[in-house]
C-alpha cells in the first residue's frame, strides 16, 4: 500500500496565501510515490480563511481543517494538526511558501533511503529581515544554547518531515506553553539538516511583531533552561563576601582613625543598587512561578470550534 504524508499548515488571517500554496505544493510534489493527506488549521482567522478551506474541501477531499474557537499561537496550531493526522509521516509548512514544497522529496529520502527519523530545515541568510532582529535572534541563539542543555540550532525553522514514531513522542509533551525549537531537539531522534536561504512571503504579511518575539524567546528560555534560577544564589554569595569584606574594613580603619561622619552617597548607592538585583532575583522567580502555575492549571493547548475530515 502506499505511504501517505500528512502535510500540517498553521494558517492565521491567510486567505489570499491559502489557494496559492495548495497549487503550488501540488504542483511541486507531483512526481512522488505517496499519498497526500492535509491539515490546515485555522488559528482563530478573522478574516476568510475558514472559508478558503471550506471551498479547497469542496474540491478535494484529502483536505481537511481544524478552526480555532479563538487565536491560540502557532504552536497550538502546529499541536492541533500533528494530533489530527494519520499519515506515516507528518511534515509542517507555513502556508506563505517560505517552506519551498521542492524540498519533499530530499525530505522523503532522507527518512526513507538514509535511515533518519527526521528531516529539518534550517535558513542560512536572515536577508529581507530587519538588522535590528536578526542582531537579537543571533544574541538569544547564543544565550539559551550556553544556558539550555537542549540545542536549539540557529535558524531552524518549523518546516520538518518526522516519522509517525518521533511525532507520538512530540505530542506526548503536554506542556501549555510550547517552544517547539526546544521540543523536537529535546525528544532527541537523528535528524538530517538541509539549509535555503531565506525566500519572501507570497502574500500577506508575518504574524511576528518584535514584541512576540521577545516574549517567545522568553518561553524558550524559561522552557529550556533553570539556570536564571542560579543567579540569585550566585549573587547573594558574591555580595555577602563583598560586604564581610568591607565590615571589616570600616571597623579597623573606625578604630585607627575614628569616624568622620561620611560615605552618606555611598550608602544610598549601595542601598539603590542590593535592591535593584533583589527585584531583578525575585523577577525570575516569578517568571518561573507563573510559568508553572499556567501548567499547573492543564488547560488545554486549544480549543477546536469546528473540525472536517477526522477519521477519514
Ligand atoms: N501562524 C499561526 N498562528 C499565529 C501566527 C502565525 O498559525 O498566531 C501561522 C501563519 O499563518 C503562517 C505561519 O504560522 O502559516 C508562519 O507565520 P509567519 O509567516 O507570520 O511567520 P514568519 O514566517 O514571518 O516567521
Ligand atoms: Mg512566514
Aim: charged share 20%; proline share 4%.
Amino acid at each position: 500500500m502506499m505511504e501517505t504524508i500528512s502535510v500540517v499548515v498553521p494558517c492565521f488571517n491567510e486567505q489570499e496565501a491559502i489557494p496559492l500554496f495548495y497549487s503550488a505544493f501540488l504542483k511541486e510534489t507531483a512526481g512522488m510515490d505517496v499519498a497526500f493527506e492535509f491539515w490546515f488549521v485555522d488559528d482563530g482567522s478573522t478574516d476568510g480563511t475558514l472559508e478558503a478551506l471550506k471551498r479547497l474541501r469542496a474540491e478535494d477531499p484529502r483536505v481537511k481543517y481544524i478552526s480555532f474557537s479563538r487565536n491560540f499561537g502557532k504552536e497550538s496550531a502546529m499541536y492541533a494538526g500533528m494530533e489530527a493526522s494519520t499519515g506515516n509521516y507528518v511534515v509542517i509548512m507555513d502556508v506563505d511558501l517560505q517552506d519551498p514544497p521542492a524540498l519533499l522529496p530530499k525530505m522523503l529520502q532522507g527518512i526513507r533511503q538514509e535511515g533518519y527519523d527526521c528531516v529539518a530545515t534550517r535558513r542560512v541568510t536572515r536577508a529581507g529581515e530587519p538588522k535590528i532582529r536578526s542582531f537579537f535572534a543571533r544574541m538569544f541563539y547564543r544565550l539559551i544554547n550556553r544556558i539550555s542543555k537542549t540545542e536549539i540550532v540557529d535558524g531552524a525553522r518549523d518546516f520538518r518531515m518526522m516519522t509517525r514514531q518521533m511525532v507520538d513522542s512530540i505530542l506526548s509533551l503536554h506542556e501549555v506553553s510550547r517552544f517547539s525549537k526546544g521540543i523536537f531537539s529535546w525528544v532527541g531522534y537523528r535528524t538530517k539538516w538541509l539549509e535555503y536561504e531565506n525566500i519572501a512571503r507570497v502574500a500577506g504579511e508575518t504574524k511576528w511583531s518584535f514584541w512576540k518575539l521577545l516574549l517567545y524567546s522568553i518561553d524558550g528560555i524559561i522552557g529550556f533552561s533553570t539556570l536564571p534560577l542560579a543567579i540569585a544564589s550566585v549573587v547573594g554569595v558574591l555580595f555577602c563576601l563583598i560586604a564581610f569584606v568591607l565590615i571589616l574594613f570600616f571597623f579597623f580603619k573606625t578604630i585607627i582613625w575614628g569616624d568622620p561622619v561620611a560615605g552618606f552617597p555611598a550608602t544610598i548607592c549601595i542601598i539603590l543598587l542590593l535592591g535593584g538585583i533583589q527585584l531583578f532575583c525575585i523577577g525570575i522567580l516569578g517568571q518561573y512561578l507563573s510559568k508553572t502555575y499556567l501548567e499547573t492549571k492543564r488547560r488545554p493547548i486549544y480549543i477546536a470550534r469546528e473540525i472536517a475530515g477526522k477519521g477519514e
